[in-house]
Nanobody
């Protein structure tokens, strides 16, 4: 059974940095896109950053220049490096991946809380 496990969420002061990690495990044939989404109470989940198997990257406008997404295809992991954090970055961050196992399906992690506050 495939699962995604996130780590790295924490309380951080404005202007600080955090690094989120997500590891996929199970009977994985291949992984297409890996991405990070975030959600705050009462709002829809929104895309933060997406990286496909070819390394093409898409960022939300609100995080461009501050966040960097990367992946390790050998380890089936995706990393979100978050710098210059703002209070409005506070949210539950979810890892997402399209995984072939053996059929292509979407998978979500359980979420990790990021709180930016002084």
């Amino acid at each position: 059974q495939v699962k995604l496990v996130e780590s790295g969420g924490a309380l951080v002061q404005p202007g600080g940095s955090l690094r989120l990690s997500c590891a996929a495990s199970g009977s994985i044939v291949s992984i297409n896109s890996m991405a990070w989404y975030r959600q705050t109470p009462g709002k829809q989940r929104e895309l933060v950053a997406d990286i496909n198997s070819g390394g093409n990257i898409l960022y939300a406008d609100s995080v461009k220049g501050r966040f960097t997404v990367s992946r390790d295809n050998a380890e089936n992991t995706v990393i979100l490096q978050m710098n210059s954090l703002k209070p409005e970055d506070t949210a539950v961050y979810y890892c997402y991946a399209e995984i072939r196992s053996p059929y292509l399906s979407p998978y979500w992690g359980q979420g990790t809380q990021v709180t930016v506050s002084s």
